[in-house]
């Protein structure tokens, strides 16, 4: 087969109709679990200014430093493809005034976002993210909360036991201060042995140190000092307190002095889950308190903790796991017709079953019946109705059951009822719209 014209751009990727049963089924179990804990939804614009995110993110995170799409708008603006939600979320949480709502706001969000790094399995140029923000509260109960509802959604997910929580508390930006400086002597005399990116962020930013990918840099990381002793003991009673009320939730996790995220704006607890699988590539998803982030961006000083999954990577996970989500796009009834009366009253069956919320195709094309039954088959329909000119003019149709084979006779009328009754399904009007 010859290649075609056009393809999606390197490190993008379309979401196919089989992809899209693990998107909707992640979607409905994050909305779920969102909706338990009284978060509700906010949406921004999948671009900002660029300010927004050098500002939160750190100049020297590699997300602002290399991975940003970056362009100009006509009025000479220098705009970003957001890279994340968090930032734009405290954008607009301070833009509307959110301030004045009852505290702890609690947000989530589903949205693509963009990354400009060199594509591999599962790192991608546009991906998406499902995340949640609790701004304006330091209780460490609201980390334990975020990390539970994280954990269940996983849970819920079938992917759990498949994943670790990696979890570490990296303090107070005063705790940090005097950590880094532990740092910087630590790694002064052992720069040779560091890669070029860490050569460079040890002077302002050492802490990334710890969490580069190289093997050389991994070795000189497990052998650094550790932030704990640096933090003080507010912080540690903070992080004692995360862990307690994990234990209570019931969330397991292993405490990991090194991670610390690649993003500047954490403080405090931070985690990610991992995937038990080997490999790079492999959060899932992470998170933690951002309690200078709102001042950062012009705001009052106020605590806040989120976190957020990449879709992309769950849906692999469930896929690694062997789960496959249930089909709601399955067609239910395929309507067969041979002539052109049938084909009129084909029309108005097909319609009556999908206002019954039967999912119906049919009366397409000019097919014989032996070519209708074929594509019958290949769409996997549960159940075919026939209209020949002898049902028609009867005022019948022919059921046939498309796994048993076998097939009856019945009475046209009411049977969009019927079929919708044996199907187990029911009307947009009587569904309730918390069964969505
Ligand atoms: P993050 O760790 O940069 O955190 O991203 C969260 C998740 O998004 C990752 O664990 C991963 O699953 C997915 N992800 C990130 N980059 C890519 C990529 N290039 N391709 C595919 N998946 C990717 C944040 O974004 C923070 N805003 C999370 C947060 C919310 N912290 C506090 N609140």
Known sequence: MSS?????????????PDDHLYFSFIKKVARHHFRMSGFRRISTPVFEDIEVFKRSMGTDSDVVEKEMFVF???????????????????????????QQMPKPVELYYIEPH?????????????????GLEVIGESDPAIDAQVIHVA???????????RLVLQLNSIGSSEDRKKYKEELIHYYTG??????????????????????????????????????????????KVHFALVQEYLNELGVSYELNPTLVRGLDYYTHTVFEFWSKKEGAQNATGGGGRYDGLIEIMGGQPTPA?????????????????GIRPPNKDKVDVFVAQLGQEAKKKALSLISALREEGVNTVGAIGKSSMKAQMGLADRMDASYSLILGEVEVREGTVIVRDMRRGSQKTVSSKGIAEEMARILGKKKLSEKKLWEE
């Open 4 to 16: 075609p014209l056009y393809q999606s751009p390197k490190g993008t990727h379309d979401i196919l």
């Open 305 to 321: 903790c989120g976190y957020a999954a990449g879709m992309e990577r769950i849906a692999e996970c469930m896929k690694e796991a």
């Open 114 to 130: 963009f990354r400009y790094s060199r594509p591999q399995k599962g790192r991608y140029r546009q991906f998406h993210q499902f």
């Open 72 to 98: 100009q708008s006509k009025s000479g603006k220098t705009m970003a493809l957001k890279p994340e939600g968090t930032a734009a979320v405290v954008r607009a949480y301070l833009q509307h005034g959110m």
């Open 151 to 161: 954990h269940c959604i996983n849970r819920d997910l079938g992917i759990d036991d």
């Open 190 to 235: 052992k720069e040779r042995s560091l890669c070029e990116d860490c050569r460079r962020r040890m002077a302002n930013n050492p802490m990334r140190l710890l969490d580069c990918k190289e093997e050389d840099c991994q070795i000189l990381a497990s052998l650094a000092p550790k932030i704990h002793s640096s933090l003080s003991p507010e912080s």
